[in-house]
């Protein structure tokens, strides 16, 4: 009896020292919350500039409406708010906000439920005054994001949208604000342009009336972003892509990784997401086929086709030193062992001897397939990804794709396949299994260019903080890089280079490398390939070419992608020729003199280019005579179909 009594008593002295002590702060804190409210101060979401200071992502002012909790819905003083509202606000739709406002009107809510999200600073100030005089309506200031610039910029800044409840839970700020950064730079730097919440803390009555402040803390907001674009190059790109008709990518890139412009068409209007978009609109960007709400700037891969050549070499180079050094003969095709299958060049009749300058200029396909049967599929992967191709580049955009640059593991993990021979060929011209995205391409046109791997960066200014180049060095054998990078100047400035036509006029020195990248296979028994016009849409190449410049010291990429375009040089030339003009003449090039090459240093060049005026003069004469009226209508240079 005793030790009972003793356990009795022992468990009293528990529960005392319990409720006293251990709890002491648990009881505290719900007598303060009897007579404090904290109230959250919404921070203002930073803004986002343009590299000249122009406005990309900007808040609207506006206000919010809150009505106040433990109304009944059927009651005379509701009907009254919601037809002063209704008065104020014909298009406000008054069905849906008593549906909001009843879901959210429970007996243990004693904050106003929020009915209306935003109504515009102008439209509020004629009915501020009568709204004002209902103690029931709250009426708070609010910000709406707004895109001046719309689908120009639209993938590159993103949109916010309402959060969800698993974004709330993540994110405090999210959770008090009820939007986020969905996509682009505004998911990318959410947690930067949303700032800090701020607070206030009242002495409130039992009826939860405030009768004095205690502490105010305000928010740390405007945490803005200024970006390396350029939105008028931005502007020029785009409506160059819509003049033409076609789909598809440019990038522009300093070779130091700042992204001065960056182009996926077509676009979205961004401003449609920040309220909601409607059911009608999302239908119409799900079922475009021309996929407008893909960035295809790191979400589109695609085979490279002939713009992986340069990287090829080096990684030949890279996996057996001197490799580069013999040259190899094109007859227009090529067999393995024993096969009939023949692996063609795009050009039927071949190249003859081919070294490596050559290669790249006439863009020779046995060339590459030679090589890569010297060398195998594991090595050319190996070197392939440390140049930046089938890994992600690192920019400042969310959920880069990685693409694939393939070897034999991955083909067993893909598909539990051994690999063969014949696909070691085909991945050789960038075809095959073979995909990248075009900031991938335009990263490594900068390797090439200077020998640097660099990480591309879209904003320049970060609350104020300049973003840090990430800059990492490859050494390449001099000679290897340096006949690759002269045929690059032959491909855009020697007559029978793959962009000639497009780029040797230019008023800076360009080189570069263009790409045709097959869709649709070709079957053995087509003896003549049809013309890239005479396919259906769909069936169609896709356009690359990628270029730097000034050749002897390059300071900008320029890499363009026309999906389905057919040919490089004739189809994205012209986009990449309108962009480096637009450089020059907006004086980007003003920091260094423009670059002049010595003719008397690339002697071949003086001496092809003379022979090439001669027979262009010729041609054009007697053309002219038989079609005269055909010539003129075409308003075309002759020289365009002699290569």
Known sequence: MILIFMLIWAGMIVRLYHLSIKSNYYYEELAKENIERKEFIKPVRGEITDVNGNLLAMNQIGFSISIKPHLKADSPRVK????????????????????????????????????VDFIPYADMMGAYAKLSLFPEIKIDAETKRYYPYGRYAAHIIGYTGRSNKKENAADPVVDVVGKVGKSGLERYYNKVLEGELGYIINKVTATNKAI????????????????????????????????????????????????????????????????????????????????????????????????????????FDKAKPGILRSTEFCNGSMTIGNSKHKFRCWKHSGHGTVDLRKAIMQSCDVYFYKKSLKVGIDAMAKNLRSFGLGVKTGVDLPREFNGVIPDKAWKMRRFKQPWY??????????????????????????????????????????????????????????????????????????????????????????????GTSQVTSIPQSTVRRLKESELAYFHRSHAWITTYAPYKNPQFVVTVLVEHGGHGGSTSGPIAAKIYKWLYAHNYFSDKPVQKIDAAKQPERKIVKKKAEETNAAVEKSVKNIQPKKIRDKKRAPQLDLF
């Open 421 to 514: 021979k014949g696909e070691t060929v085909i991945s050789a011209i960038g075809q095959g299994y073979d995909s990248v995205t075009p900031l991938q391409v335009a990263r490594y046109t900068a390797l090439v260019a200077t020998g640097n791997l660099v990480t591309p960066r879209v904003a320049k200014l970060v609350d104020g903080n300049a973003t840090k180049p990430i800059i990492k060095p490859i050494a390449f054998n001099p000679y290897s890089i340096g006949e690759i990078r002269r045929g690059m100047y032959d491909v855009c400035n020697t007559l029978g280079g793959t962009a000639y036509r497009t780029m040797h006029k230019l008023p800076i020195i360009v080189a570069g490398k263009t």
């Open 80 to 115: 009254e708010i919601a037809d002063a509202l209704h008065e104020a606000f014909p298009d406000l739709n008054i069905t849906m906000m008593k549906k909001v406002y009843k879901k959210q009107s429970s007996p243990y809510n004693h904050k106003f439920i929020k009915v």
């Open 212 to 315: 004095e402040v205690l502490k105010k803390v305000p928010p740390k907001d405007n945490k803005n972003l200024t970006l390396n674009i350029d939105i008028a190059l931005q502007q020029m790109i785009y409506e160059a892509f819509a003049k033409m008709k076609e789909t598809g990518v440019a990038i522009v890139m300093r070779t130091t990784g700042e992204i001065v412009a960056a182009v996926s068409y077509p676009a979205y209007d961004p401003n449609l997401f920040v309220g909601g978009i409607s059911v009608k609109d999302w239908r119409a960007l799900q079922e475009d086929l021309a996929h407008p709400f893909t960035n295809k700037i790191t979400h589109g891969t695609y085979p490279p086709g002939s713009s992986i050549k340069m990287g090829m070499a080096l990684a």
